[in-house]
């Protein structure tokens, strides 16, 4: 793989990644708020 | 029949319950066989590494984006992973109350999305075919359809394998366990269309489709050989959702109202869609994909219809399928229409004294 790969790859890995773990902290820290 | 039983039991019932234990299942499968595809090393030929395969993947060719049909593609894929423009994420969307968060579920679905195509999905078939196939084989494994790929090329490559068909079964079980979440997901608008516009019970309207989708299924299972599946999964599962998607965000943002949907979107939500996205779906969503339509006519569409690629063999089933999705297409004209004349008909009737 190229380094134009590896940056592809590093940077869709590492964004959808945090996007995944950000969104489920959100759900996780609503959730208690819309069970009140 | 599984299908069939789980929609019978209706969206919490049978859909959530299904969806509860087989998407947690589906990531362990993936993960399981994302692992072992990255621990392979180089076992058939020293140049046929992982990394090498990934970069089959990876490694940018800017000359493909000169092609239509690459963008064509790709805009299906993703409207067809997050069911836009198949009237499911509408369907789904209906059964929402006013104070649920659209923005978290719609962006969390759509990272959780990403997360199992794009980094578990991406990095099991492609990468391991390379590994054990080499680079010369890829192009005709990339290019031997959706079906191929599952079906014949993986279980080939699991082959190869210690513990092959515990390996097998585990990639069989996701294919399953992602087949069955998504037809589920399919069928549940068909059969909420059917309760809704005509007043029929749910176990009629499952009993309909049951027996509609068990005749419209046979040719895809008979003449698989003949291209019928990848006809099929090119106009339904690409080229009309695009069409259908360009429709959508048109009567989104133009007919309802692009201050009216912000408000709609807004409603019950905890985080804030970046204004700049009303300006987006307003002015760029549009023209970009009537650009990619546009383009793929004009550089695909005469070869298409005159059927170029497909052997001379196979064109009388290409064209039989074709004429089978304007007739389904025509049908379904044709209740909508129907179910549009009943509801002004009962609005006229509370209307009179």
């Known amino acids: 793989m190229n380094v134009s790969g590896w940056i592809l790859l590093l940077f869709s890995w590492g964004f959808i990644l945090a996007l995944t773990v950000y969104c489920f902290v959100r759900v996780l820290r609503a959730k208690p708020d819309a069970d009140k | 029949m599984l299908n069939i039983a789980v929609i019978y039991f209706g969206i919490k019932g049978g859909i959530a319950r299904l969806c509860n234990w087989a998407m947690p299942l589906l990531f362990i499968c993936g993960t399981i066989l994302l692992v072992r595809v990255l621990t392979l090393g180089a076992p058939a030929n020293p140049d046929w590494s992982v990394a090498k395969g990934f970069g089959f993947l990876w490694n ?122 998504s037809s589920v997901s399919l069928a549940q608008p068909a059969v909420a269309f059917l309760e809704d516009e005509f007043d029929i019970t749910r176990k009629k309207a499952v009993g309909i489709f049951a027996v509609v989708t068990f005749f419209l299924c046979q040719p895809a299972i008979f003449f698989l050989k003949n291209g019928v599946v990848d006809e099929l999964d090119f106009w339904g599962g690409t080229f009309f959702l695009v069409v259908f998607a360009t429709i959508e965000v048109l009567l989104f943002a133009w007919v309802f109202g692009m201050e009216d949907a912000w408000d709609e979107i807004h409603h019950g939500a905890d985080l804030r869609v970046p204004r700049i996205y009303k300006f987006i779906i307003k002015y760029i969503t549009p023209p970009f994909l009537f650009a990619i339509l546009g383009t793929w006519l004009w550089q695909e569409w005469l070869p298409i219809i005159r059927m170029d690629t497909v052997a001379a063999a196979d064109r009388p089933y290409i064209l039989a399928t074709r004429a089978g999705l304007i007739l389904l297409f025509a049908t379904l004209a044709v209740l909508v229409g129907l179910a549009w004349r009943r509801k002004r008909l009962a609005a006229q009737e509370e209307q009179t004294p």
């Open chain 2, 60 to 181: 940018p060719n800017f000359a493909a984006l000169k092609n239509a049909h690459v963008w064509l593609e790709a805009a299906g894929q993703i409207f067809f992973t997050l069911s836009v423009g198949i009237g499911v994420i509408l369907t789904y969307a209906s059964y929402l109350t006013k104070a649920d968060d659209v923005v978290l579920s719609g962006l969390t679905s759509t990272a959780t999305n990403e997360l199992a195509e794009v980094i578990i999905g991406g990095s099991i078939v492609i990468p391991a075919a390379f590994v054990f196939l080499g680079p010369l084989a890829m192009d005709s494994v990339a290019r031997s359809g959706t079906f191929n790929l599952g079906f014949v090329t993986m279980p080939l490559v699991l082959l190869q394998l210690p513990l092959a068909a515990l390996l097998g079964f585990v990639w069989f079980l996701l294919l399953f366990l992602a087949g069955i979440t």
